[in-house]
Protein backbone atom coordinates (compact mmCIF):
# COMPACT_ATOMS: atom_id res chain seq x y z
CA UNK A 1 0.00 0.00 0.00
CA UNK A 2 1.36 3.77 -1.13
CA UNK A 3 0.90 6.18 1.46
CA UNK A 4 2.57 9.53 0.27
CA UNK A 5 1.15 11.77 2.64
CA UNK A 6 0.41 12.02 6.37
CA UNK A 7 -1.60 13.92 9.21
CA UNK A 8 1.12 16.47 10.78
CA UNK A 9 0.71 17.80 14.05
CA UNK A 10 1.33 21.52 15.15
CA UNK A 11 3.79 20.62 17.67
CA UNK A 12 6.07 18.21 14.91
CA UNK A 13 6.87 21.59 13.46
CA UNK A 14 9.13 24.00 14.20
CA UNK A 15 8.22 27.58 12.24
CA UNK A 16 5.70 29.39 14.07
CA UNK A 17 3.23 30.58 10.96
CA UNK A 18 3.17 26.54 10.30
CA UNK A 19 1.88 26.02 13.49
CA UNK A 20 -0.72 28.68 13.56
CA UNK A 21 -1.88 27.71 10.24
CA UNK A 22 -2.19 23.64 11.48
CA UNK A 23 -3.73 24.65 14.26
CA UNK A 24 -6.26 26.36 12.14
CA UNK A 25 -6.35 23.52 9.78
CA UNK A 26 -7.46 21.03 12.71
CA UNK A 27 -9.79 23.35 13.79
CA UNK A 28 -11.76 23.67 10.51
CA UNK A 29 -10.66 20.65 7.83
CA UNK A 30 -9.83 18.26 11.17
CA UNK A 31 -6.55 16.63 12.20
CA UNK A 32 -6.60 13.81 9.47
CA UNK A 33 -6.28 16.02 6.34
CA UNK A 34 -3.20 14.69 4.86
CA UNK A 35 -0.20 16.86 3.83
CA UNK A 36 2.87 16.68 2.22
CA UNK A 37 6.44 16.90 3.91
CA UNK A 38 7.89 16.55 7.43
CA UNK A 39 7.67 20.39 7.49
CA UNK A 40 4.46 20.86 5.39
CA UNK A 41 4.64 24.39 2.72
CA UNK A 42 2.60 27.18 2.54
CA UNK A 43 1.96 27.91 -1.65
CA UNK A 44 0.77 31.39 -1.95
CA UNK A 45 1.45 31.98 -6.26
CA UNK A 46 3.18 30.64 -9.00
CA UNK A 47 3.57 30.40 -12.76
CA UNK A 48 4.78 27.97 -15.57
CA UNK A 49 6.44 25.09 -13.39
CA UNK A 50 6.90 27.50 -9.92
CA UNK A 51 4.92 27.80 -7.00
CA UNK A 52 6.38 30.40 -4.73
CA UNK A 53 6.11 29.85 -0.31
CA UNK A 54 4.44 33.07 1.77
CA UNK A 55 8.11 33.59 2.74
CA UNK A 56 9.12 34.27 -0.69
CA UNK A 57 11.20 31.01 -1.39
CA UNK A 58 10.34 29.30 -4.89
CA UNK A 59 10.11 26.07 -5.39
CA UNK A 60 10.09 23.77 -8.47
CA UNK A 61 7.03 21.62 -8.82
CA UNK A 62 7.80 18.26 -10.16
CA UNK A 63 4.76 17.04 -8.71
CA UNK A 64 1.44 18.34 -9.67
CA UNK A 65 -0.51 17.96 -12.83
CA UNK A 66 -3.42 20.00 -12.04
CA UNK A 67 -1.67 22.92 -13.46
CA UNK A 68 -0.89 20.85 -16.67
CA UNK A 69 -0.11 23.72 -18.78
CA UNK A 70 1.75 25.52 -16.05
CA UNK A 71 0.56 27.44 -12.60
CA UNK A 72 -2.15 30.57 -12.97
CA UNK A 73 -1.47 30.48 -17.10
CA UNK A 74 -3.31 33.70 -18.04
CA UNK A 75 -4.43 32.51 -21.26
CA UNK A 76 -6.49 30.03 -18.80
CA UNK A 77 -7.30 32.43 -16.09
CA UNK A 78 -8.31 35.16 -18.99
CA UNK A 79 -10.59 32.33 -20.54
CA UNK A 80 -12.53 32.41 -17.14
CA UNK A 81 -12.43 36.10 -15.95
CA UNK A 82 -13.76 36.67 -19.14
CA UNK A 83 -16.63 34.02 -18.70
CA UNK A 84 -17.65 34.90 -15.29
CA UNK A 85 -18.32 38.32 -16.62
CA UNK A 86 -20.33 37.21 -18.60
CA UNK A 87 -22.30 33.61 -17.64
CA UNK A 88 -21.90 30.47 -15.59
CA UNK A 89 -24.38 28.21 -15.36
CA UNK A 90 -24.90 24.36 -16.29
CA UNK A 91 -25.91 22.57 -19.18
CA UNK A 92 -29.86 22.74 -19.04
CA UNK A 93 -29.85 25.91 -21.54
CA UNK A 94 -28.03 26.29 -24.69
CA UNK A 95 -24.59 27.36 -24.73
CA UNK A 96 -22.30 27.74 -27.99
CA UNK A 97 -19.04 27.58 -26.09
CA UNK A 98 -19.88 24.26 -24.03
CA UNK A 99 -20.34 22.40 -27.53
CA UNK A 100 -17.17 24.21 -29.18
CA UNK A 101 -15.49 22.67 -26.04
CA UNK A 102 -16.41 19.18 -26.33
CA UNK A 103 -16.12 19.04 -29.92
CA UNK A 104 -12.36 20.08 -29.49
CA UNK A 105 -12.23 17.55 -26.69
CA UNK A 106 -13.24 14.63 -28.71
CA UNK A 107 -12.04 15.60 -31.69
CA UNK A 108 -8.53 13.92 -29.36
CA UNK A 109 -10.48 10.76 -29.04
CA UNK A 110 -10.82 7.99 -31.99
CA UNK A 111 -13.93 6.25 -32.75
CA UNK A 112 -16.33 4.84 -31.29
CA UNK A 113 -15.82 7.23 -28.61
CA UNK A 114 -17.76 10.71 -29.89
CA UNK A 115 -19.41 11.85 -26.97
CA UNK A 116 -18.93 13.49 -23.34
CA UNK A 117 -20.50 13.42 -20.21
CA UNK A 118 -19.15 16.76 -17.71
CA UNK A 119 -18.37 16.24 -14.28
CA UNK A 120 -16.68 18.21 -11.80
CA UNK A 121 -14.21 15.55 -10.91
CA UNK A 122 -12.37 12.61 -11.71
CA UNK A 123 -14.09 11.00 -8.89
CA UNK A 124 -17.64 12.13 -10.49
CA UNK A 125 -16.36 10.93 -13.65
CA UNK A 126 -15.48 6.96 -12.78
CA UNK A 127 -18.21 6.58 -10.64
CA UNK A 128 -20.36 7.71 -13.65
CA UNK A 129 -18.61 5.00 -15.46
CA UNK A 130 -19.48 2.53 -12.76
CA UNK A 131 -22.96 3.54 -13.28
CA UNK A 132 -23.31 2.87 -16.90
CA UNK A 133 -21.69 -0.50 -16.88
CA UNK A 134 -23.38 -1.45 -14.29
CA UNK A 135 -26.57 -0.85 -16.20
CA UNK A 136 -25.04 -1.29 -19.44
CA UNK A 137 -24.08 -5.54 -18.62
CA UNK A 138 -27.08 -6.03 -16.05
CA UNK A 139 -23.70 -7.68 -13.97
CA UNK A 140 -22.17 -5.66 -10.58
CA UNK A 141 -18.28 -7.15 -11.23
CA UNK A 142 -15.57 -4.97 -10.71
CA UNK A 143 -11.54 -5.26 -11.64
CA UNK A 144 -9.20 -3.33 -10.59
CA UNK A 145 -5.61 -3.44 -9.15
CA UNK A 146 -4.41 -4.34 -6.09
CA UNK A 147 -2.60 -1.02 -5.38
CA UNK A 148 -5.25 1.54 -7.14
CA UNK A 149 -7.13 4.57 -6.48
CA UNK A 150 -10.05 6.34 -8.70
CA UNK A 151 -12.04 8.49 -6.67
CA UNK A 152 -14.16 9.31 -3.23
CA UNK A 153 -17.45 8.12 -3.77
CA UNK A 154 -19.13 5.08 -1.69
CA UNK A 155 -18.90 2.78 -4.92
CA UNK A 156 -14.90 3.87 -5.77
CA UNK A 157 -14.10 3.54 -1.72
CA UNK A 158 -15.09 0.37 -1.66
CA UNK A 159 -12.76 -0.88 -5.05
CA UNK A 160 -10.06 1.21 -3.48
CA UNK A 161 -6.67 -1.31 -2.91
CA UNK A 162 -3.85 2.04 -2.62
CA UNK A 163 -4.81 3.64 0.60
CA UNK A 164 -6.68 3.48 3.77
CA UNK A 165 -10.71 3.44 3.74
CA UNK A 166 -12.45 2.95 6.09
CA UNK A 167 -15.33 0.39 3.95
CA UNK A 168 -14.45 -2.98 3.51
CA UNK A 169 -13.47 -4.15 -0.13
CA UNK A 170 -16.67 -4.97 -2.15
CA UNK A 171 -17.72 -8.80 -2.97
CA UNK A 172 -18.28 -7.79 -5.81
CA UNK A 173 -15.05 -6.67 -7.16
CA UNK A 174 -11.54 -8.23 -7.61
CA UNK A 175 -8.01 -7.18 -7.42
CA UNK A 176 -5.69 -7.84 -10.29
CA UNK A 177 -1.60 -8.19 -9.18
CA UNK A 178 -0.62 -5.99 -12.43
CA UNK A 179 2.84 -7.76 -13.48
CA UNK A 180 5.92 -5.67 -13.93
CA UNK A 181 8.72 -6.87 -16.34
CA UNK A 182 11.21 -4.71 -14.84
CA UNK A 183 14.80 -6.10 -15.15
CA UNK A 184 13.26 -9.06 -16.76
CA UNK A 185 14.51 -10.98 -19.67
CA UNK A 186 12.31 -11.34 -22.74
CA UNK A 187 11.68 -15.33 -21.97
CA UNK A 188 10.80 -14.17 -18.31
CA UNK A 189 7.92 -11.67 -19.20
CA UNK A 190 6.91 -13.96 -21.38
CA UNK A 191 6.47 -16.37 -18.48
CA UNK A 192 5.29 -13.47 -16.24
CA UNK A 193 2.67 -12.67 -19.07
CA UNK A 194 1.29 -16.31 -18.45
CA UNK A 195 0.67 -16.26 -15.42
CA UNK A 196 -0.99 -12.78 -15.10
CA UNK A 197 -3.13 -13.58 -17.61
CA UNK A 198 -4.38 -16.77 -15.79
CA UNK A 199 -4.66 -14.61 -12.56
CA UNK A 200 -6.90 -12.79 -14.98
CA UNK A 201 -9.29 -15.52 -15.89
CA UNK A 202 -9.42 -16.76 -12.07
CA UNK A 203 -10.42 -13.37 -11.19
CA UNK A 204 -12.97 -13.18 -13.88
CA UNK A 205 -14.34 -16.54 -12.76
CA UNK A 206 -14.46 -16.00 -9.40
CA UNK A 207 -16.84 -13.05 -10.30
CA UNK A 208 -19.09 -15.20 -12.38
CA UNK A 209 -19.40 -18.38 -10.06
CA UNK A 210 -20.50 -15.92 -6.97
CA UNK A 211 -23.18 -14.59 -9.48
CA UNK A 212 -21.84 -10.86 -9.91
CA UNK A 213 -20.72 -11.08 -13.33
CA UNK A 214 -18.63 -9.07 -15.09
CA UNK A 215 -19.37 -5.35 -15.17
CA UNK A 216 -16.35 -3.41 -15.57
CA UNK A 217 -12.61 -3.12 -16.14
CA UNK A 218 -11.54 0.26 -14.14
CA UNK A 219 -7.64 0.81 -14.60
CA UNK A 220 -5.37 4.04 -14.51
CA UNK A 221 -2.89 2.86 -18.42
CA UNK A 222 0.21 3.80 -16.66
CA UNK A 223 -0.46 2.14 -13.36
CA UNK A 224 0.45 5.04 -11.48
CA UNK A 225 -0.06 4.14 -7.91
CA UNK A 226 1.00 0.51 -8.81
CA UNK A 227 4.48 2.46 -8.93
CA UNK A 228 4.92 2.66 -13.16
CA UNK A 229 5.04 -1.13 -14.17
CA UNK A 230 6.54 -1.91 -16.91
CA UNK A 231 4.27 -4.50 -18.21
CA UNK A 232 4.91 -8.10 -20.38
CA UNK A 233 4.29 -7.67 -24.09
CA UNK A 234 0.76 -8.54 -24.60
CA UNK A 235 -0.69 -8.09 -20.99
CA UNK A 236 -3.48 -5.06 -21.34
CA UNK A 237 -4.30 -6.64 -25.02
CA UNK A 238 -5.27 -10.00 -22.97
CA UNK A 239 -6.68 -8.28 -19.93
CA UNK A 240 -9.22 -6.09 -22.14
CA UNK A 241 -10.00 -9.36 -24.37
CA UNK A 242 -10.83 -11.52 -21.41
CA UNK A 243 -13.23 -8.83 -19.71
CA UNK A 244 -15.00 -7.94 -23.39
CA UNK A 245 -15.16 -12.10 -23.87
CA UNK A 246 -17.02 -12.22 -20.08
CA UNK A 247 -19.35 -9.07 -21.09
CA UNK A 248 -17.81 -6.24 -19.50
CA UNK A 249 -16.80 -2.87 -20.34
CA UNK A 250 -13.62 -1.29 -20.49
CA UNK A 251 -12.92 1.83 -18.40
CA UNK A 252 -9.28 4.15 -18.81
CA UNK A 253 -9.01 6.40 -16.21
CA UNK A 254 -6.46 9.32 -17.72
CA UNK A 255 -6.78 11.25 -14.68
CA UNK A 256 -2.69 10.99 -14.46
CA UNK A 257 -2.00 9.73 -17.92
CA UNK A 258 -3.85 11.68 -20.29
CA UNK A 259 -3.65 15.03 -21.77
CA UNK A 260 -0.24 14.21 -23.52
CA UNK A 261 1.10 13.33 -20.33
CA UNK A 262 3.27 9.91 -21.71
CA UNK A 263 4.39 12.23 -24.61
CA UNK A 264 3.86 9.24 -27.13
CA UNK A 265 0.12 10.06 -27.65
CA UNK A 266 -3.10 12.36 -26.26
CA UNK A 267 -4.11 9.48 -23.96
CA UNK A 268 -2.34 6.71 -21.87
CA UNK A 269 -4.58 3.66 -23.78
CA UNK A 270 -3.47 4.77 -26.91
CA UNK A 271 0.01 3.25 -25.55
CA UNK A 272 -1.57 0.06 -25.37
CA UNK A 273 -2.87 -0.31 -28.86
CA UNK A 274 -6.87 -0.78 -27.67
CA UNK A 275 -9.91 1.69 -27.37
CA UNK A 276 -11.63 1.54 -24.18
CA UNK A 277 -15.52 1.55 -23.83
CA UNK A 278 -15.07 4.95 -21.58
CA UNK A 279 -12.27 7.29 -20.95
CA UNK A 280 -12.37 9.71 -17.35
CA UNK A 281 -10.58 12.46 -17.26
CA UNK A 282 -10.19 15.27 -13.97
CA UNK A 283 -7.40 17.35 -12.56
CA UNK A 284 -5.51 18.50 -16.04
CA UNK A 285 -8.93 19.41 -17.80
CA UNK A 286 -9.17 22.94 -16.21
CA UNK A 287 -5.76 23.41 -15.03
CA UNK A 288 -6.93 24.39 -11.26
CA UNK A 289 -10.67 24.79 -12.97
CA UNK A 290 -12.76 21.77 -11.15
CA UNK A 291 -13.64 19.70 -13.97
CA UNK A 292 -13.94 15.82 -15.02
CA UNK A 293 -15.47 14.31 -17.87
CA UNK A 294 -16.65 10.66 -19.05
CA UNK A 295 -15.87 10.16 -22.87
CA UNK A 296 -18.27 7.36 -24.23
CA UNK A 297 -19.48 6.02 -27.30
CA UNK A 298 -22.91 7.74 -28.54
CA UNK A 299 -24.33 3.89 -28.12
CA UNK A 300 -23.55 3.58 -24.71
CA UNK A 301 -24.73 7.00 -23.98
CA UNK A 302 -28.10 6.97 -25.79
CA UNK A 303 -28.75 3.85 -23.73
CA UNK A 304 -27.95 5.24 -20.40
CA UNK A 305 -29.61 8.51 -20.94
CA UNK A 306 -33.06 6.54 -22.34
CA UNK A 307 -32.93 5.27 -18.84
CA UNK A 308 -31.66 8.01 -16.70
CA UNK A 309 -32.13 12.13 -16.06
CA UNK A 310 -28.84 12.42 -15.41
CA UNK A 311 -27.37 15.75 -15.05
CA UNK A 312 -25.03 17.89 -13.15
CA UNK A 313 -25.36 21.77 -11.82
CA UNK A 314 -21.95 22.26 -12.27
CA UNK A 315 -20.44 20.63 -14.72
CA UNK A 316 -20.45 21.46 -18.32
CA UNK A 317 -20.95 25.03 -17.15
CA UNK A 318 -19.77 27.65 -19.94
CA UNK A 319 -16.86 28.64 -17.61
CA UNK A 320 -15.59 25.19 -16.99
CA UNK A 321 -15.78 24.84 -20.86
CA UNK A 322 -13.96 27.84 -20.75
CA UNK A 323 -11.08 26.77 -18.84
CA UNK A 324 -11.30 23.55 -20.74
CA UNK A 325 -10.87 25.20 -24.20
CA UNK A 326 -7.95 27.58 -23.07
CA UNK A 327 -5.93 24.49 -22.10
CA UNK A 328 -6.46 22.69 -25.16
CA UNK A 329 -5.84 25.91 -27.04
CA UNK A 330 -2.30 26.50 -24.63
CA UNK A 331 -1.44 22.56 -25.27
CA UNK A 332 -1.38 23.64 -29.16
CA UNK A 333 0.04 26.53 -29.34
CA UNK A 334 2.84 25.95 -26.98
CA UNK A 335 2.99 22.25 -28.37
CA UNK A 336 3.51 20.84 -25.09
CA UNK A 337 3.18 17.56 -26.28
CA UNK A 338 6.02 17.96 -28.59
CA UNK A 339 8.28 19.50 -25.97
CA UNK A 340 7.51 16.33 -23.90
CA UNK A 341 8.70 14.43 -26.73
CA UNK A 342 12.13 15.97 -25.99
CA UNK A 343 12.26 16.40 -22.42
CA UNK A 344 11.30 13.16 -21.81
CA UNK A 345 14.20 11.77 -23.00
CA UNK A 346 16.54 14.28 -21.26
CA UNK A 347 14.88 13.19 -18.03
CA UNK A 348 15.13 9.87 -19.03
CA UNK A 349 18.94 9.83 -19.44
CA UNK A 350 19.14 11.77 -16.54
CA UNK A 351 17.77 8.87 -14.39
CA UNK A 352 20.05 6.34 -16.47
CA UNK A 353 22.98 8.30 -15.11
CA UNK A 354 21.82 8.10 -11.75
CA UNK A 355 21.14 4.45 -11.75
CA UNK A 356 24.48 3.91 -13.75
CA UNK A 357 26.45 5.73 -10.16
CA UNK A 358 24.36 4.32 -7.06
CA UNK A 359 23.28 0.74 -7.01
CA UNK A 360 20.42 1.76 -4.53
CA UNK A 361 18.40 2.89 -7.57
CA UNK A 362 17.34 -0.28 -9.43
CA UNK A 363 15.30 0.78 -12.28
CA UNK A 364 14.02 3.79 -13.91
CA UNK A 365 10.41 3.83 -14.09
CA UNK A 366 7.48 5.40 -16.30
CA UNK A 367 7.05 7.62 -19.48
CA UNK A 368 7.03 10.77 -20.94
CA UNK A 369 6.82 13.55 -18.31
CA UNK A 370 5.96 11.17 -15.54
CA UNK A 371 8.76 9.07 -14.30
CA UNK A 372 10.76 8.03 -11.21
CA UNK A 373 13.47 6.16 -9.85
CA UNK A 374 12.76 3.04 -7.86
CA UNK A 375 14.86 2.23 -4.40
CA UNK A 376 16.05 -1.21 -3.30
CA UNK A 377 18.48 -2.62 -1.02
CA UNK A 378 21.51 -3.45 -2.93
CA UNK A 379 22.50 -6.25 -0.88
CA UNK A 380 18.55 -8.06 -0.20
CA UNK A 381 16.71 -6.37 -3.12
CA UNK A 382 14.43 -5.54 -0.64
CA UNK A 383 12.37 -2.51 -1.45
CA UNK A 384 14.02 0.98 0.49
CA UNK A 385 11.06 3.29 0.91
CA UNK A 386 13.55 5.20 3.51
CA UNK A 387 15.71 6.13 0.96
CA UNK A 388 13.23 6.77 -1.07
CA UNK A 389 11.25 9.17 1.68
CA UNK A 390 14.44 10.86 2.56
CA UNK A 391 15.19 11.60 -0.83
CA UNK A 392 11.35 13.16 -1.17
CA UNK A 393 12.33 15.18 1.96
CA UNK A 394 16.29 17.06 0.97
CA UNK A 395 14.57 17.65 -2.20
CA UNK A 396 12.14 19.42 -0.88
CA UNK A 397 14.17 21.47 1.30
CA UNK A 398 16.48 22.11 -1.63
CA UNK A 399 13.46 23.52 -3.26
CA UNK A 400 12.32 20.93 -5.81
CA UNK A 401 8.50 19.51 -5.14
CA UNK A 402 8.30 15.61 -5.85
CA UNK A 403 6.70 12.65 -3.93
CA UNK A 404 6.43 9.15 -3.84
CA UNK A 405 4.30 5.87 -5.25
CA UNK A 406 4.25 1.71 -5.33
CA UNK A 407 2.81 -0.70 -2.46
CA UNK A 408 6.40 -0.23 -1.14
CA UNK A 409 6.23 3.80 -1.15
CA UNK A 410 10.09 3.39 -3.02
CA UNK A 411 9.03 4.95 -6.16
CA UNK A 412 9.89 8.44 -6.89
CA UNK A 413 6.91 10.01 -8.05
CA UNK A 414 8.01 13.00 -10.65
CA UNK A 415 5.08 14.32 -12.25
CA UNK A 416 5.53 18.07 -13.63
CA UNK A 417 2.90 20.43 -15.19
CA UNK A 418 3.70 19.81 -18.68
CA UNK A 419 5.36 23.08 -18.80
CA UNK A 420 8.00 22.44 -17.88
CA UNK A 421 11.13 24.34 -19.55
CA UNK A 422 14.74 22.13 -20.59
CA UNK A 423 15.84 24.83 -18.10
CA UNK A 424 13.43 23.56 -15.49
CA UNK A 425 14.34 19.88 -15.97
CA UNK A 426 17.90 20.46 -15.56
CA UNK A 427 17.66 22.29 -12.14
CA UNK A 428 15.51 18.32 -11.05
CA UNK A 429 18.60 16.73 -12.22
CA UNK A 430 20.84 18.45 -10.43
CA UNK A 431 19.07 18.69 -7.16
CA UNK A 432 17.80 15.16 -7.40
CA UNK A 433 21.85 13.87 -8.27
CA UNK A 434 22.91 15.88 -5.04
CA UNK A 435 19.80 14.19 -3.10
CA UNK A 436 20.21 10.60 -4.05
CA UNK A 437 24.23 11.04 -3.99
CA UNK A 438 24.18 12.73 -0.77
CA UNK A 439 22.76 9.81 0.89
Given at each position: ?????????????????????L?????????H??LF???P????A??????E????????????????????????????????H???????????H?????????A???????R???T?????????????A???T?????????????????????????L?????????????????????S????A?????????????I???Q????????????????????????????????????A????????E????????AES?????????????VTM?K??????P????????????????R????????????????????????????????????????????????R???R????RG???????E?????T???????A???VE?????????????????V?????P???????????????????T??
Amino acid sequence: MSITNRSVTPASVGSPRTRELLERRARTLGRHSPLFYDEPIELVAGSGAWVEDSAGRRYLDGYNNVPHVGHAHPVVADAVVTQMHRLALHTRYLNEHVLDYAEQLLATFEEPLDRVAFTNSGSEANELALRIAWQHTGSRGVLVSDCSYHGTTYSLARVTTGLVTGESFADHARALRIPDATGMSAEQSAELLVTSLREVDEAITSLQEAGHGVAVLLVDPLFSSEGLNTLPPGYVTGLVQRVRAAGGLVVSDEVQSGFGRTAESMWGYQNHGIVPDMVTMGKPMGNGHPLGGTVLSDALLEEFGSRNMYFNTFAGNPVSAAAGRAVLQVMRDEKLVERAVDLSEVVGAGFRELQRVDPRVSAVRGRGLYQGLEFTDPGTGAPDADTARTVVEAMRNDGVLISRIGRNGNVLKIRPPLAITEDDVQVLLEKLTTAVTAR
